[in-house]
């Protein structure tokens, strides 16, 4: 592996981690670099397409309105849309104007939507029609000053249209602001499923270690496997867009890597199998990730059709427990040439912490892999607190780079759930003599 992974011991918050030496500083640094990508696709929604030279003139002008709207470094900035272009336009202006953003679950009610607003403390929204609609009776009730709306004719009081709210596109220059490592960068909320949700904060940290981890993880795949001197070169990275993006398999897993990377991302309006072949062979996608239910759907459809699919050099199921026998109808149909994945992570571990992928994944089908890099760790802990051996059923643990700051606002939560850096996730499962991890 290359100096690029060289790690080293850090204290982040009191805790002395592994880390990337090289990890970019920030998720605006990470913005900023992709500029270099200029003329190139970024982002395909229907017929629009916009290339990273026009994503950074609409970045730019949108960071500078929010400072217009007087948003300081650490205010919070939410975002309650589909998986439209404006959602991730929204989401780097206001990383690069060092507030912190709050992705909020577009499927929420309207008074789970102003629980979020509230409970952050967001002081500006950005909504399509459907979020807006839900939010209109409640949002007097928050901290919220500026509405942007992104798709709609809607009139909502201190609100104005995205195109409007962003002013002149000449300019690429960003808010002149200072952000460092361990900024916070994100509330996402969990599921509640005991209580109300509860807002996971993830630092600049969090989401660059994320980054390196997914780098790591590709770089030592490609070092594993090298390809034939004969070998195609390969397609351009291009993803089709599953995951929505106030979810850690859409924002950390997707967003993230293909920004930096200068790969093109592909945004459905909603989820249909028929569309999304159509989709994979229109736009040469090279990977593609959902719930097993999305990817049994898309393979059924594309075999129905005689369609092999031929762009697509890796599938991800993930999200929820992978069933093995998708593992295998991957391979089989896809003629070995499309990598099957899983992983295991949270929204309070930036996203996947293992991972188990190709012949390891095809050979251990109902294991979820093991840390996804070298930072990681994990640990099986059993009811006393002590650590259980190979084999043993117990708790998951999970400690690195990527474990999130704590709850926003909520510090007996905090306490209950992360300690001296591990979080304790709630999940029980067991570790094998050779360190795979297995979900029970």
């Known amino acids: 592996m290359t100096d690029l992974f060289e790690i080293v011991e850090e204290d982040v918050r009191g805790v002395r981690l592994r880390v990337f030496k090289n990890s970019p500083p920030s998720l605006r640094a990470v913005w900023l670099a992709s500029a270099a990508h200029g003329d190139k696709d970024y982002l395909v929604y229907q017929d629009e397409r916009y290339t990273f030279a026009d994503a950074h003139r609409i970045v730019a002008s949108m960071a500078r309105t929010l400072v217009e709207y007087g948003v300081q470094p650490g205010d919070r900035v939410a975002m309650a849309m589909r998986n439209y272009p404006e959602w991730a336009f929204a989401f780097w202006a206001a990383i690069s104007a060092g507030a912190t953003t709050v992705p909020l679950n577009a499927w929420w009610t309207g008074p789970e939507l102003a629980y ?4 952050s403390g967001a002081v500006v929204l950005f909504a399509d029609e459907e979020r807006a609609e839900r939010i209109a009776p409640h949002v007097g009730d928050t901290a919220v000053g500026h509405i942007v709306l992104a798709r709609t004719d809607r009139f909502m009081p ?4 995205f195109d409007d709210a962003l002013g002149s596109l000449d300019s690429p220059a960003l808010p002149d602001v200072e952000v460092g490592a361990d900024d ?5 909320y969990t599921s509640g499923t005991t209580g109300r949700p509860k807002g996971a904060v993830a630092t600049h940290r969090n989401f660059v270690a994320h980054l390196m981890n997914g780098m790591y993880r590709a770089a030592a795949a490609a070092a594993a496997a090298p390809p034939a001197p004969d070998a195609p070169a390969p397609l351009p990275m291009a993803t089709l867009l599953t995951f929505p993006l106030f979810h850690v398999g859409g924002l ?3 967003l993230m890597p293909y920004t930096a990377a200068g ?3 592909v945004l459905m309006y909603k989820w249909d199998a028929a569309e999304a072949v159509d989709l994979i062979e229109r736009e040469n996608v090279t990977a593609v990730a959902g719930v097993p239910t999305t990817v049994f759907q898309m393979l059924e459809v594309a075999r129905a059709q005689g369609r092999e699919l031929p762009s697509l050099a890796g599938v991800a199921s993930g999200a929820t427990l992978v069933p093995p026998e998708l593992v295998r109808r991957i391979d089989d149909q896809l003629a070995s040439r499309a990598a099957p994945t899983n992983g295991y992570g949270l929204t309070e571990t930036s996203g996947a912490a293992i991972a188990n992928i190709g012949k390891s994944y095809l050979e251990r089908p ?3 892999g093991t840390p996804i890099s070298p930072v990681m760790e994990v640990k099986i802990v059993d009811s006393d607190g002590n650590d259980a051996p190979a084999g043993e059923v117990g708790e998951i643990w999970l ?3 990527t474990v999130v700051r704590g709850y926003f606002n909520n510090p007996e939560a905090t306490s209950a759930s992360f300690r001296d850096g591990w979080f304790l996730t709630g999940d029980l499962g067991r570790l094998d003599d050779e360190g795979y991890l297995y979900v029970v």
């Open 116 to 119: 979020g607003l509230s409970d």
């Open 158 to 161: 201190n609100a104005e249209k």
């Open 184 to 188: 916070d960068a994100s509330i996402m």
């Open 252 to 254: 950390q897993s997707f």
């Open 263 to 265: 790969g093109k991302i």
């Open 366 to 368: 109902d294991s979820v």
């Open 399 to 401: 400690r690195g780079p």
